[in-house]
């Protein structure tokens, strides 16, 4: 009863499926690279473009470490004893979906084996697919609903379903890649309020600017310091009005000493005194860090926001 052309879907899920995961272990180097939480970002090397490549603040929860383990789901489901606390990478066909967050896969879709394997993924940008392959890519728990790691992932979950699992092997989910290599639990960032749209082109100028100080100061462009320098200024000016209303003290000192040290810039360069700028703008590379680190987001698609939240949250609080 198998359709004829099985093997090539699954041959050619696997290749895409191979190349997901190239494209996470890309992504998932830069994280590895982040300075932990707390730690204080080693500042730029002097004439490089500090904030364009600078690593944004740690996202909360760290991402897995320990190497992948790839493992089907009957083995999962048969031997689950070795796989508990490891993070695997399972290749299977969604069985049944159990509520917004919770879905079983099952080894095989062409015979159900009777040992699906519940998957809870932390969030779904859109929900999983019946009798499609999915890779799981996650850690496998013991099944306990009162476990921290699954606690927050259960809303929806049918009684029955959670009697059935309990004891049974789960992966809680980081990634649920789809045949069309989507991943449906990546963290997107929210729609842009008006503000944040406004505060984005303001960075950008910002960052146009700062990234043309290296030639200007390679060439001792006066007038070139001078129109750049009144960009920085403006956009910082722009900048302490952008966190002003959420009130940010912090923020709001380190743009008004941004926008200072593009001032000092303006003046060494209309006196020809390239050396101090070149150590202003340095100083200055060191503030974008510094702010970036407090309060600047990576979203999952590469995007950055600003990270507001409520006064006092750890990032914002550091000085
Ligand atoms: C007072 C805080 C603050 C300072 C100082 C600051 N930035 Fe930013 N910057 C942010 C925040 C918050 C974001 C995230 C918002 C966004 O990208 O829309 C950001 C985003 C950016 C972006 C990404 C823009 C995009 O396309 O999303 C660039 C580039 C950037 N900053 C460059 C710089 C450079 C270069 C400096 C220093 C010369 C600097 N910033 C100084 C707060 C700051």
């Known amino acids: ?16 499926t191979a190349a997901a995961l190239g494209l996470i272990v890309a992504v998932a180097v830069p994280h590895a690279q982040q300075p932990p939480a707390g730690a204080k970002p080693a500042p730029p090397p002097a ?31 048969a031997k689950p004893d070795a796989y508990f606390g490891e993070n695997v990478t399972v290749m299977a066909t969604v069985d049944q979906t159990l509520s917004p967050l919770a879905f079983s896969v099952d080894q095989d879709k062409a015979k159900s084996t009777g ?42 979950l049918s009684p029955d379903a959670l009697a059935k699992y309990t004891g049974k092997p789960a992966i809680v989910a980081t990634s649920v890649i789809n045949t069309a290599m989507n991943d449906l639990a990546r963290r997107l960032p929210p729609k ?20 043309a100080f290296r030639g200007i100061i390679e060439k001792s462009d006066a007038n070139g310091a001078k129109e750049q ?23 709001i000192g380190w743009a008004q000493d941004a926008r200072k040290s593009a001032e000092a810039i303006e003046v060494a ?7 101090e700028v070149k150590a202003t703008a340095g100083s200055m590379g060191k503030m974008c860090q510094t702010c970036h680190t407090a309060y600047r987001e990576r979203y999952d698609d590469g995007s950055f926001r600003a990270k507001l939240g409520s006064p006092g949250k750890p990032g914002a609080a550091t000085h």
Not at 59 to 77: G, N, W
Not at 269 to 275: F, I, N
């Open 192 to 211: 842009m309020t008006a503000e944040e749209e406004a505060f984005q082109k303001v960075m950008q100028k910002v960052g146009a600017a700062n990234g």
């Open 269 to 275: 360069a209309a006196a020809g005194k390239w050396d």
């Open 1 to 16: 009863m198998s359709r004829p052309n099985f093997d090539g879907r699954r041959a050619g899920t696997l290749a895409l």
């Open 115 to 156: 040992q699906d394997v519940l998957v809870l993924a932390p969030r779904l940008n859109e929900p999983v697919e019946l009798n499609t392959y999915v890779t799981v890519i996650g850690e496998v728990v013991k099944f306990d609903p009162a476990d921290a790691k699954v606690k927050d992932r259960l809303t929806g």
């Open 229 to 251: 320098a009144a960009a920085l200024k403006a956009a910082f000016i722009a900048t302490e009005a952008f966190f002003k209303p959420h009130g940010k003290a912090d923020a």
């Open 47 to 77: 004439g490089a473009k500090p904030a364009q490549g600078a690593p944004a603040a740690p996202a909360a929860p760290a991402p897995p470490q320990r190497p992948l383990v790839p493992v089907v789901a009957s083995t999962l489901a």
